[in-house]
């Protein structure tokens, strides 16, 4: 393990946002879904494309809270730009469980 300072943590800007859409992203090379997400007034709705097709459906997605990376550059997935990274963690065969807080928060709210 790499330790790093307090002044890197403070780089990367994780945030909480509410899902608004969700649908399949056709264009991407391995299963997954183009979500919108809002962010609030500050950042906004953001595109972001999820591998996470094995453990969460559409209608499930849609109000659910996530944390994302919202500083990295975007990245072109498929046919779409991805502008923010949507965090998780792997489960016992591999798929991703998503990171979220457990009660409702603001959406746009840094992760600290």
């Keep these: 393990m790499n330790l790093i300072e307090w002044h ?3 780089k990367v800007e ?7 859409s969700a649908e399949i992203n056709d ?9 919108v997400v809002d962010f609030g ?4 709705h953001k595109k972001t494309s999820a591998q996470i ?6 209608e499930e997605l849609i109000g659910r809270q996530v944390l994302a990376v919202v500083n990295f550059p ?3 997935i498929g046919k ?5 990274l949507v965090t998780g963690f792997p489960d016992s065969d591999g798929n991703v ?3 979220g807080p457990d009660v409702p928060v603001p959406n746009g709210a840094k992760l600290f």
């Design 8 to 10: 890197d943590f403070e």
């Design 14 to 20: 994780i945030r909480v946002g509410t899902v608004i």
């Design 27 to 35: 264009s991407a090379r391995k299963k997954a879904y183009k979500l």
């Design 41 to 44: 007034e500050e950042i906004g």
């Design 53 to 58: 097709t094995e453990r969460y459906t559409p």
């Design 74 to 76: 975007p990245k072109q």
């Design 80 to 84: 779409m730009i991805s502008e923010v």
């Design 97 to 99: 469980v998503l990171c």
